[in-house]
């Protein structure tokens, strides 16, 4: 049966219960991940390399996430991560070569989706240029607007699936030593 542990119960392979108090009241919450009995057997897909390059069916959540790219009161929005990062003295050149061998290393990185719905790994795609914007010696101003409209192009940008690439990164050298990487 249920027995305590930190933060609240366990039983079986992962059962949690707990609270926790937030706002002025007291919210409850309930998780509980089983490991199906060894004899059930997921479906897999192994590629070999001989036929990596031909289109595959999409997983069923890519699959959603792609129907719900369509227009409609509900679709519109991609998928996709946004971030910023600012660093010291960042090598432009260093992390163009760094993000290349992460290209040719990574499949999913040359992936599209073909108008069919079947995702294809691209063979050779032409080298990625991360684009770099110059901002030294500019006013804060200027080099406040610049940030918030890098900021509102690719927080909320849906990119053409079955154009490679479908990723974006920017700098912006915002003095001698500072770079902020979207």
Not at 30 to 48: A, E, K, N, V
Not at 130 to 135: A, F, N, P, R, S
Not at 151 to 170: A, E, G, K, N
Request: charged share 25%.
């Amino acid at each position: 049966g249920p027995r305590p542990s930190a933060g609240g119960w366990r039983c079986g392979r992962v059962c949690l219960c707990g609270w926790s108090a937030t706002g002025g009241g007291v919210g409850f919450f309930f998780l509980m991940i089983r490991r199906p009995p060894r004899s059930t057997r997921f479906p897999y897909t192994t590629l070999f390399r001989s036929d990596k390059y031909i289109p595959f069916p999409l997983t069923d959540i890519q699959e959603t996430y792609w129907l719900g790219r369509g227009s409609g009161e509900l679709g519109g929005i991609g998928c996709h991560l946004y971030m910023e990062v600012e660093s010291i003295d960042v090598e432009l050149n260093r992390l163009a070569q760094a993000w290349q061998a992460m290209i040719e290393r990574h499949d999913m990185l040359r992936a599209v989706i073909l108008q069919d719905g079947q995702m294809k790994i691209l063979d050779e795609v032409p080298s990625y240029a991360i684009g770099v914007t110059d901002l030294q010696g500019r006013p804060a101003e200027v080099i406040a607007a610049a940030l918030d409209e890098t900021r509102r192009v690719m927080s909320h940008r849906v990119y053409p699936l079955d154009t490679w690439p479908m990723f974006d990164i920017r700098a912006l050298r915002l003095d001698a030593h500072r770079t902020r990487i979207h």
